[in-house]
């Protein structure tokens, strides 16, 4: 396997298991293990790097700049050796100080989500940062009482509720007795069908003139009205929206 070819796997890999955040270090990392290209999971460590790893650490020995990100990514994403915040981060400031702009990006990321982190707790107004009216970006952290969900809350005419985040979900979805709390017209919406885990319920479908989340406002979000449960922030609000996840952090920002 020549390098070029390498490093687009591990560019894969980050991809796969650390998504876009340089996790906070921990007493599991930097166990200095090795990996197969097929353990996923790191579950079975090997007594010797892969030819492949060995190779490209000699590389960014030797100042060889793509190799010394692309090593710094394998330790952020664990790929072919044991995840390493510290050593992952000193490969990144080395291609950095050549002039790497990717490594120097990934860098500054980490900075934000580490910086987000050790913050405050995020509530109310205090979700987002940035421009004050509509260019903010939404913090939000994962609630450990309702099974690490993402939650934040939805504001329509000036009345809140909370709402969860779900990817899942076509649209910004709520019960009839939310939308009139919300002061939701549902006279002029159309009416359809949705299907859901308890089987297919009947629903009005609405274009809500601003919907605000945590501080991110977009216009015209379609919004589907019956049912049950709680407010779901779906697919019509968040493909408008651009989502960094970390560990137990969110950030969102609507696209420019």
């Known amino acids: 396997m020549n390098l070029s070819t390498f490093c687009h796997r591990i560019f894969v890999a980050t991809t796969c298991f650390a998504l876009c955040a340089i996790n906070s270090a921990s007493s599991a990392d930097c166990a200095n293990n090795y990996f197969a290209p097929g353990d996923h999971f790191n579950e079975t460590p090997l007594s010797m790097p892969t030819k492949a790893f060995a190779s490209l650490l000699a590389a960014a020995k030797g100042g060889d700049v793509p190799a010394q990100r692309s090593l710094a990514v394998s330790y952020e994403a664990g790929y072919l050796v044991s995840a390493c915040s510290k050593k992952a981060l000193y490969w990144y400031g080395k291609a950095a100080a050549a002039g790497d702009e990717i490594a120097l990006n990934r860098i500054n990321r980490h900075k934000k989500f ?8 995020c509530a109310g107004n205090s979700c987002f940062d940035g421009d ?21 809350p939805l504001i329509i005419n000036g009345h809140t509720v909370e709402g969860l985040i779900d990817t899942g979900a076509s649209n910004v979805a709520m019960s009839f007795e939310t939308a009139r709390q919300l002061e939701i017209n549902v006279s002029d919406g159309s009416a359809g069908r949705s299907a859901t885990a308890a089987g297919t319920i009947s629903t009005v479908s609405v274009v809500v003139p601003m919907v605000e989340v945590a501080g991110v406002k977009l216009h015209n979000v379609r919004v589907t009205v019956g049912i049950t449960g709680e407010p779901l922030i ?23």
């Open 132 to 152: 004050p009216d509509e260019n903010r970006t939404a913090i939000l952290y994962a609630n450990a009482h309702k099974g690490e969900h993402y939650f934040a």
């Open 114 to 121: 580490d910086a987000m982190l050790s913050g405050a707790e």
């Open 234 to 256: 779906g697919m019509s609000f968040l493909s408008r929206v651009n989502m960094t996840m970390g560990t137990g952090v969110l950030a969102m920002k609507k696209r420019q």
